[in-house]
């Protein structure tokens, strides 16, 4: 047994479902990836702020180092280049931290764009398809005689509703009982079409051989 239903029908609708659900989760992890650059492009100016500080500090450094260079007062001059190199080192590693922030908002941001829409299907669609393939599996490990039938044909009567029963046999319960073997087929079909399975093969056979006896 696989994971899908063996009726046209019910297979046709689980497999639309199935595609739709991966189509929903691509499309929304397009929008989470769009999101999460146009967030991230908010850390542009940051980002080349601290570009520019890093070479600033770059040259105000070198300069000190020249300026350190002249005789007798060259301790003097290059103490405001070393000021300024400190001060572009510090604007460059509050720029940097305000990258690292706007980019850790833009990834969480695109992830829940993503995860929130998602999840909300995926809570609805995964336990009727888990419930599916459990119930059916389970289902199929019955179908093996005509005899496993009428286990289907009383559940069919447990759960369909009364009109339902009723186009099938006037006194279903008494011809369950009494061994009609067509009103527990055709239960039993009832009850097989709601889990997705189709009648067995060897029912036919069952009930020829019965009828030969």
Same mark, same amino acid.
């Given at each position: 047994?696989?994971?899908?239903?063996?009726?046209?029908?019910?297979?046709?609708?689980?497999?639309?479902?199935?595609?739709?659900?991966l189509?929903?989760?691509?499309?929304?992890a397009?929008?989470?990836?769009?999101?999460?650059?146009?967030?991230?492009?908010?850390?542009?100016?940051a980002?080349?702020t601290?570009?520019?500080?890093?070479r600033?500090?770059?040259?105000?450094?070198?300069?000190?180092?020249?300026?350190?260079?002249?005789p007798?007062?060259?301790?003097?001059?290059?103490r405001?280049?070393?000021?300024?190199?400190?001060t572009m080192?510090?604007?460059?590693?509050?720029?940097?931290?305000?990258? !690292?922030? $706007?980019? +850790? *908002? %833009?990834? #969480?941001?695109?992830?829940?764009?993503? @995860?929130?829409?998602?999840?909300?299907?995926?809570?609805?669609?995964?336990?009727?398809?888990?419930?599916?393939y459990?119930?059916?599996?389970?289902?199929?490990?019955?179908?093996?005689?005509?005899a496993?039938?009428d286990?289907?044909?009383?559940?069919?009567?447990?759960?369909?509703?009364?009109?339902?029963?009723a186009?099938v046999s006037?006194?279903?319960?008494?011809?369950?009982r009494?061994?009609?073997? !067509?009103? $527990?087929? +055709? *239960? %039993?079909? #009832?009850?097989?079409?709601?889990?997705? @399975?189709?009648?067995?093969?060897?029912?036919?056979a069952d009930?020829?051989?019965?009828?030969?006896?």
């Amino acid at each position: 047994m696989g994971i899908y239903a063996s009726r046209p029908k019910r297979l046709i609708g689980q497999v639309l479902s199935d595609v739709f659900v991966l189509t929903w989760g691509v499309v929304w992890a397009l929008i989470g990836v769009f999101i999460n650059a146009t967030i991230g492009v908010l850390a542009t100016p940051a980002r080349e702020t601290a570009r520019a500080a890093a070479r600033l500090a770059g040259d105000f450094t070198d300069a000190a180092d020249q300026a350190a260079k002249v005789p007798g007062v060259g301790e003097q001059l290059r103490r405001p280049f070393d000021a300024a190199s400190v001060t572009m080192g510090n604007l460059m590693v509050s720029a940097n931290h305000q990258v !690292d922030s $706007i980019e +850790r *908002l %833009a990834l #969480i941001v695109g992830w829940l764009v993503f @995860l929130i829409p998602v999840a909300v299907v995926v809570a609805f669609w995964l336990p009727r398809r888990i419930g599916f393939y459990r119930q059916a599996r389970a289902s199929q490990q019955f179908i093996d005689s005509a005899a496993d039938l009428d286990l289907f044909a009383l559940r069919a009567m447990a759960s369909q509703p009364l009109y339902v029963l009723a186009g099938v046999s006037d006194d279903p319960v008494r011809d369950w009982r009494g061994g009609n073997r !067509d009103v $527990i087929n +055709r *239960l %039993a079909e #009832i009850e097989l079409r709601r889990n997705g @399975l189709r009648m067995p093969v060897i029912a036919a056979a069952d009930v020829t051989d019965a009828g030969l006896s």
